[in-house]
């Protein structure tokens, strides 16, 4: 091997390692090819600019039903954000204003002037049931004409209760633990059921596109890429609504479940305790006498 052959090899080894590719290796048609190739980041770019264009032409020449099939999507959708919003504000004005009352309850003082400041914490489930339970104490010990139960202390106002007295606020507390439950979980049912539904309705909606698609096939006689792939493209638009749908709303299903069981929990603590200091109050009456 001659000397220049040496050099002329060496020389194409360096020249592929700085431009770091192999391209000295393939044949000039190869070469002519990869050179009138887009770069990549030119690809990108173009991609994510006309994606979203892409989407709304595809929607705009669906077909009836498969339009139809997005509509109804597009109503479940707007629907359970309008109660992801709805519910996230009320379940975070239950939890702070759960935790005004339970320090307003324990600080003592009358239970009229209880009653009284916690007329103004609507959205607390504790303090319904508190107003509950104090209006059927007030019932009792008017029935009993034992004195006015809003000038006594919490512990005072329950001396003159017997058994019955507890029984009746025991099922007072848990009507008005039920009715706040209920509160709570008003139109919760709707995102359980997008999240179940939504999917199976896109999936109807890329079915029926492409029963049409596949009938355009046979009326042209031609079985081509062209000639399939964008009927079926915009049939699976429907699919990818629907799960676009139905994610948000099984995830915030989920998350205002957990936060209701947390309130019902509070619920149900609070009973106990405003039960377990009339039943204290009773028995040591007894004792008393």
């Known amino acids: 091997m001659s000397k220049s052959l040496l050099n ?22 190869v070469r002519l090819l990869m050179g009138t190739m887009i770069p990549l980041s030119q690809f990108t770019v173009g991609l994510d600019t006309g994606m979203s264009t892409d989407v709304i032409e595809m929607i705009l020449h669906a077909g009836t039903m498969v339009k139809f099939v997005l509509l109804l999507l597009f109503l479940f959708s707007v629907v359970s954000w309008g109660i992801i919003f709805f519910k996230a504000r009320t379940l975070r004005r239950a939890r702070i204003e759960d935790r005004i009352f339970l320090e ?12 009284k400041e916690s007329r103004h914490l609507e959205e607390s489930p504790l303090a319904a049931l508190y107003r509950t339970g104090f209006a059927e104490l007030s019932k009792v010990k008017k029935e009993q004409a034992k004195g006015s139960a809003g000038q006594e202390t919490l512990p005072e106002a329950f001396r003159n ?3 019955m007295g507890i029984e009746n606020t025991r ?22 059921t997008t999240g179940n539904t939504t999917p199976f309705i896109g999936l109807f909606g890329t079915v029926w596109g492409i029963m049409a698609s596949f009938r355009g096939i046979g009326l042209r006689g031609s079985a081509s890429l ?17 799960l676009a749908a139905a994610i948000p709303a099984v995830v915030f299903f989920n998350y205002f479940s957990n936060k209701i069981n947390v309130r019902e929990a509070e619920m149900e603590n609070f009973t106990l305790d405003f039960l377990n200091i009339l039943e204290r109050e009773v028995a040591a009456k007894f004792q008393e006498t």
């Open 8 to 29: 002329q090899d060496a020389a194409d080894y360096f020249e592929r390692v700085q431009d770091g590719c192999m391209l000295r290796n393939v044949g000039p048609k």
């Open 104 to 115: 307003l309850f324990w600080a003592g003082g009358s239970m009229g002037q209880i009653y």
């Open 161 to 163: 209760l017997d058994s």
């Open 171 to 192: 099922r007072a507390l848990n009507r008005a633990k039920l009715s706040q439950m209920t509160r709570l979980s008003k139109a919760l049912s709707f995102l359980a």
């Open 226 to 242: 062209a000639v399939v792939a964008p009927g079926i493209s915009e049939a699976l638009v429907a699919t990818a609504a629907g």
